[in-house]
């Protein structure tokens, strides 16, 4: 059982990256699905939830508009598109998946993967 996360870089502000979140030995869209982020020193943050099932979608205010969470259920994959990158968004970025409808906290996520690191700057 395992989760892939990929897709971070180096990339200038206003650009964009797509992480990916492969999953191996389980069903992802049987899972709730978010992506995290974590800078150092600081708590690891919720960016965006999707709910198993339909897949419905969720962010914190800050990526609203800008981030876009999706599903491959065809490749077992969920993916982050995200948009206008500002520096504020450089952190580490987390995949998790949680056997629940919703996500709820870090805590209670079942599977994480790696981390993929994004750094926006000029």
């Known amino acids: 059982v395992q989760l892939q996360a990929s897709g971070g870089g180096l990339v200038q502000p206003g650009g964009y990256l797509r992480l990916s979140c492969a999953a191996s030995?389980?069903?992802?869209?049987?899972?709730?699905v978010g992506w995290f982020r974590q800078t150092p020193g600081k708590e690891r943050e919720w960016v965006s939830c999707?709910?198993?099932?339909?897949?419905?979608?969720f962010y914190t205010d800050p990526v609203k508009g800008l981030f876009t969470i999706s599903r491959d259920n065809d490749k077992n994959t969920v993916y982050l598109q995200m948009n206008s990158l500002k520096p504020e968004d450089t952190a580490v970025y987390y995949c998790?998946?949680?056997?629940?409808?919703?996500?709820?906290?870090?805590?209670?996520?079942?599977?994480w993967g790696q981390g993929t690191l994004v750094t926006v700057s000029s």
């Open positions: 998790a998946a949680e056997d629940n409808r919703v996500c709820t906290i870090a805590s209670e996520m079942d599977y």
């Open positions: 030995g389980f069903t992802l869209q049987h899972y709730a």
């Open positions: 999707s709910t198993r099932g339909i897949g419905s979608t």
